[in-house]
């Protein structure tokens, strides 16, 4: 019972010395309902407010900015932390993150139509980690990842990789096809090495392949509004 009500979503995080696929969420349904319970409640904050005067104050609410009256940088739904910001694509929402985690956003609209991912409740997603180089050149940390991910999953295919600059920094990014649980995904993962820390930023998207195409766009742009504040 509790197989079925795991939901795998495949996001590459650096452990120890290895770089491993693997963080298991429990909450998709849990975030659904409470995605219900704060419509709902904002809808009477929304009927209360639309009798009383209000101001343009702005609101942050789960990280991600709000408000009556937009600055330039709150024009888009995004996730702000004290480390990055990254712009949301439209209809996604910030939703807690698992332990090792930076930040998670989902496809709240999506309706999935493939019936193993329907199964696992799958929503496609995007996911921020960071990792240390511990003194690896950026190819060298690609490489030892792709070795440690085929090692973990041997189907994996490396469809297209390519060179990026996010935001000035040093980037790469890297397709792969998959299969895991019967759901055959599609996954984008860009990376962006911060020269000052020695780190490098992981930002991964995930999608079941039939819906690559639909998304593929949305994903490119998503990356390349990463920004890190430090």
């Given at each position: 019972?509790?197989?079925?009500?795991i939901?795998?979503?495949?996001?590459?995080i650096?452990?120890?010395?290895?770089?491993?696929?693997?963080?298991?969420f429990?909450?998709?349904?849990?975030?659904?309902?409470?995605?219900?319970?704060n419509?709902?409640?904002?809808?009477?904050?929304?009927?209360?407010?639309?009798?009383?005067?209000t101001?343009?104050?702005?609101?942050?609410?789960?990280?991600?900015?709000?408000?009556?009256?937009?600055s330039?940088?709150?024009?888009?739904?995004?996730?702000?932390?004290?480390?990055?910001?990254?712009?949301?694509?439209?209809?996604?929402s910030?939703t807690?993150?698992?332990?090792?985690?930076?930040?998670?956003?989902?496809?709240t609209?999506?309706?999935?139509?493939?019936?193993?991912?329907?199964?696992?409740?799958f929503?496609?997603?995007?996911?921020?980690?960071?990792?240390?180089?511990?003194?690896?050149?950026?190819?060298?940390?690609?490489?030892?990842?792709?070795?440690?991910?085929?090692?973990?999953?041997?189907?994996?295919?490396?469809?297209?990789?390519?060179?990026?600059?996010?935001?000035?920094?040093?980037?790469?990014?890297?397709?792969?096809?998959?299969?895991?649980?019967?759901?055959?995904?599609?996954?984008?993962?860009?990376?962006v090495?911060?020269?000052?820390?020695?780190?490098?930023?992981i930002?991964?998207?995930?999608?079941?392949?039939?819906?690559?195409?639909?998304?593929?766009?949305?994903f490119?742009?998503?990356?390349?509004?990463?920004?890190?504040?430090?």
């Amino acid at each position: 019972m509790k197989n079925k009500k795991i939901i795998i979503v495949l996001a590459i995080i650096g452990v120890i010395l290895a770089v491993l696929i693997g963080v298991y969420f429990l909450f998709f349904q849990k975030t659904a309902q409470l995605n219900l319970n704060n419509t709902a409640e904002e809808t009477a904050d929304n009927a209360t407010e639309n009798q009383t005067p209000t101001t343009n104050q702005g609101k942050t609410e789960n990280g991600i900015v709000t408000d009556n009256q937009p600055s330039p940088e709150q024009s888009q739904n995004k996730i702000i932390t004290d480390d990055f910001s990254i712009n949301l694509p439209p209809g996604w929402s910030k939703t807690e993150a698992a332990a090792g985690v930076s930040a998670m956003a989902f496809d709240t609209n999506e309706i999935i139509k493939d019936s193993a991912a329907q199964k696992i409740n799958f929503k496609s997603y995007l996911a921020v980690v960071f990792d240390a180089l511990q003194g690896k050149t950026l190819d060298e940390y690609l490489q030892n990842l792709k070795n440690s991910l085929l090692q973990t999953i041997p189907n994996t295919v490396f469809t297209k990789e390519q060179d990026m600059t996010i935001s000035g920094k040093l980037g790469h990014a890297m397709e792969v096809e998959l299969s895991q649980q019967g759901v055959n995904f599609k996954i984008l993962t860009v990376f962006v090495k911060d020269e000052k820390e020695e780190n490098v930023w992981i930002i991964t998207f995930n999608t079941i392949k039939s819906s690559w195409d639909g998304y593929k766009e949305s994903f490119y742009n998503t990356a390349n509004s990463f920004v890190l504040k430090k």
